[in-house]
């Protein structure tokens, strides 16, 4: 592969996401999303292509060592003295422990190229596997914060009325039961700092 590499371990690396990503990145997209209606058009598709590329957050792609796409790893905020690491992986290349390499790849180089305190990484509580790996690499629990669930009812109740927000959960309370676990959900904060996986 002839593409520029910003970060490897010797068998894995990451390359800027471009064009010939596209593909693949999207489908990665589809398959993760909780909001599938954001990629039901092609109109929406270029959209949300556009908004991985353009908006400032510095998007990698995951290559193993027979040139296999494995998903992306980003880095949110790059400008920031605290920004925030994501990973995704295709369905196929989960539970290998690609992820644990893309952060570590890309935590290594930036912080030879950036001048930060630390990296953020977020969990769900409902994800406990991607918990244990981060915690495998030594970050920190530095704090929660409530689960997207939460937010969404914290906001309708804030621009409802006490009358108008009852009938809302009324209305959706089937739902809530079926989603109990999101109901309960929280959001691990975790700190990565170079000498916890440096060595």
């Known amino acids: 592969m002839k593409r520029e590499i910003y970060a490897t371990d010797g068998q894995y690396y990451l390359v800027p996401l471009t064009a010939e990503d596209k593909e693949n990145y999207m489908n ?5 999303t909780e909001m599938p209606f954001l990629y039901s058009t092609p109109e929406l598709l270029e959209f949300m292509w556009s908004a991985s590329t353009e908006l400032g957050d510095i998007n990698y792609s995951i290559f193993d060592p027979n040139n296999e796409y494995c998903g992306n790893v980003i880095l949110q905020n790059p400008k920031a003295d605290i920004p925030e690491i994501g990973v995704d992986l295709i369905e196929t290349k989960r539970n290998q422990g690609i992820a644990e390499r893309a952060i570590k790849m890309l935590a290594r180089q930036a912080y030879e190229d950036l001048e930060v305190d630390y990296f953020l990484l977020r969990v769900s509580s409902r994800n406990s596997h991607s918990r244990h790996m981060i ?29 108008s927000f009852s009938k809302v959960v009324e209305r959706v309370s089937s739902l809530l039961d079926k989603n109990a676990d999101e109901k309960e959900e929280v959001v691990y904060r975790y700190q990565l700092t170079p000498d916890m996986f440096k060595g």
């Open 28 to 32: 990665l997209r589809q398959r993760i």
């Open 135 to 163: 915690e495998k690499l030594g970050a920190v629990l530095i704090g929660e914060e409530e689960g997207e669930f939460k937010r969404m009812i914290r906001t309708i109740r804030e621009v409802l009325d006490e009358d």
